[in-house]
């Protein structure tokens, strides 16, 4: 298992300890691997969600640590959403 899944499953577990995420959401990091967010917590696993967010590593990490906006990352292209946009917000909302 890759650090950068294990990392950013802990940092996201840390994000969803103060808030409800009911769905589910797969962030797919590029040539790393994915990370499954839904009620039970943050986890490396590449199994089906309600909406998967693709990028690469230094993407994800910058809006892990809160230097870049997940909407600001859509806008520029960084990241591209595939699924339920409705999930997608609200994740982005949990994780501000």
């Known amino acids: 298992m890759s650090d950068i899944l294990s990392q950013a499953a802990e940092a996201l577990n840390e994000k969803l300890s ?3 995420f009911g ?3 797969k962030f797919e990091i ?3 691997g994915a990370v499954v967010i839904d009620a039970d917590g943050a986890r ?4 089906e969600a309600d909406v998967t967010l693709s990028a690469d590593a230094e993407t994800f990490q ?6 870049l ?3 600001s990352a859509f806008m520029s292209g960084k990241l591209t959403i595939d699924g339920d946009m409705g999930t997608a917000m609200q994740l982005a ?4």
């Open 93 to 96: 909302s949990v994780l501000a």
């Open 44 to 47: 490396v696993s590449d199994e």
């Open 18 to 20: 103060g808030g409800e």
């Open 23 to 25: 769905a589910s959401a």
């Open 30 to 32: 590029s040539g790393v």
């Open 69 to 71: 906006n997940p909407t």
């Open 62 to 67: 910058d809006i892990l640590s809160g230097e």
